[in-house]
């Protein structure tokens, strides 16, 4: 009876089991890359002001896949962050940043009560919805928002930039194990900007 060398062929056999594992953890990995397709929109901002104070109202629309209703029920945390800035426009020189503010919330699936939660990262207040849409909805509305206060505007003309992010968050363990080199789940919106003389 013919036999090969063993040494060769548990080589073989352990590159080959190398080579399916690293195909396994490529497919799932561009399963998580395409999560985040779809619309990412602000579709619209605007200020009021109460009591010397601006409150920013904005209307987001996330996207929203099979893939993402999946990895949120295997225990992946998403961020959504909203962006906005003020800055002063000058006429002879770059404009000037006079506020810089993120507001973040991580939306999670709690799997014994069946319901979706979002969390204010800056307040600890958490709100849980019975679906992912009812979720998405939520955080695509933010009303009253203070991100500034009259005394820091002295005239001229500003300009209000709001855009929207996600991102995935925290991952579970069993995740962390397999996806620890990539970093990159995230999008961002276009910048929705207006003018406001004052």
């Given at each position: 009876?013919?036999?090969?060398?063993?040494?060769?062929d548990?080589?073989?056999?352990?590159?080959?089991?190398?080579?399916?594992?690293?195909?396994?953890?490529?497919?799932?990995?561009?399963?998580?890359?395409?999560?985040?397709?779809?619309?990412?929109?602000?579709?619209?901002?605007?200020?009021?002001?109460?009591k010397?104070?601006?409150?920013?109202?904005?209307?987001?629309?996330?996207?929203?896949?099979?893939?993402?209703?999946?990895?949120?029920?295997?225990?992946?945390?998403?961020?959504?962050?909203?962006?906005?800035?003020?800055?002063?426009?000058r006429?002879?020189?770059?404009?000037?940043?006079?506020?810089?503010?993120?507001?973040?919330?991580?939306?999670?699936?709690?799997?014994?009560?069946d319901?979706?939660?979002v969390?204010?990262?800056?307040?600890?207040?958490?709100?849980?919805?019975?679906?992912?849409?009812?979720?998405?909805?939520?955080?695509g509305?933010?009303?009253a928002?203070p991100?500034?206060?009259?005394?820091?505007?002295?005239?001229?003309?500003?300009t209000?930039?709001?855009r929207?992010?996600?991102?995935?968050?925290?991952?579970?363990?069993?995740?962390?194990?397999?996806?620890?080199?990539?970093?990159?789940?995230?999008?961002?919106s276009?910048?929705?900007?207006?003018?406001?003389?004052?």
């Open positions: 009876m013919l036999r090969g060398d063993p040494t060769r548990g080589v073989t056999r352990g590159s080959l089991l190398g080579v399916a594992c690293l195909l396994a953890l490529g497919v799932f990995g561009l399963a998580f890359a395409d999560a985040l397709d779809g619309i990412l929109e602000v579709h619209s901002a605007y200020v009021n002001i109460d010397g104070v601006f409150m920013l109202h904005a209307r987001v629309e996330y996207p929203v896949s099979p893939v993402i209703r999946g990895a949120l029920r295997d225990g992946v945390t998403l961020t959504f962050d909203l962006e906005a800035r003020v800055d002063r426009d006429r002879y020189w770059v404009s000037s940043n006079i506020v810089d503010l993120t507001l973040r919330r991580e939306l999670n699936y709690h799997a014994v009560s319901r979706y939660v969390k204010d990262t800056k307040s600890g207040d958490q709100l849980s919805f019975p679906t992912l849409d009812e979720a998405l909805d939520y955080l509305r933010v009303d928002w991100i500034l206060v009259e005394p820091q505007l002295d005239g001229g003309n500003y209000i930039s709001v929207a992010g996600v991102r995935r968050g925290h991952l579970p363990a069993s995740l962390r194990a397999i996806l620890f080199w990539t970093d990159d789940w995230a999008r961002v276009e910048w929705y900007s207006w003018s406001l003389p004052v």
